[in-house]
Structures are given as structure tokens and as C-alpha cells.
């Protein structure tokens, strides 16, 4: 998830900086606000790619054990028990 929060910010940034300077001229208030949007959305990318990276936990480390593969143990499955 860290590399994802370097990279992206710096794909987003080069990515406005391409389109900001073709759609606006170079130094313009609109290219730069290319490159803040670029850098920002490239963050979230990143991020969001990181977070789909994660596996589940480990069932030794499974904040609700599994009775059988497919249900997890809640409150509500074992009230009356």
C-alpha cells in the first residue's frame, strides 16, 4: 500500500502535467490545477489499489473465527447458544 501512495501521487502528477499543458498552456492556473488533481486522484488510485492488494487474515489472526469455510461467527448466528 506504500509503494501505491508513492507511485500514484507521481503517475497522477506526471498524467496533469501531460494533459494540463496540452489542454491549458504550460504555468497556467489550469495546468497546475491539472497537476493537484492529477497528484490527488493518483493518491486515492494508489491507495485503493493497495487496499484490494490485502488478502484476508491469516484464521489464527481472524477476529471472528470460522466455524466452517464459508460462515463467520457473529453474534447473531450464536445468541441462543
Given at each position: 500500500?506504500?509503494?501505491?501512495?508513492?507511485?500514484?501521487?507521481l503517475i497522477g502528477?506526471?498524467?496533469?502535467?501531460?494533459i494540463g499543458s496540452i489542454i491549458f498552456k504550460v504555468g497556467t492556473p489550469?495546468?497546475?490545477?491539472?497537476?493537484?488533481a492529477?497528484?490527488?486522484?493518483?493518491a486515492l488510485g494508489g491507495f485503493w489499489a493497495g487496499m484490494s492488494a490485502l488478502g484476508p487474515p491469516a484464521p489464527v489472526d481472524?477476529?471472528?473465527p470460522?466455524?466452517?469455510?464459508?460462515?463467520?461467527r457473529t453474534d447473531q448466528n450464536h445468541s441462543a447458544s
Open positions: 500500500m506504500g509503494i501505491g501512495l508513492v507511485v500514484g501521487p502528477a506526471a498524467v496533469g502535467f501531460a489550469g495546468m497546475w490545477g491539472a497537476i493537484v492529477g497528484v490527488i486522484f493518483g481472524d477476529p471472528l470460522r466455524e466452517d469455510e464459508n460462515e463467520a
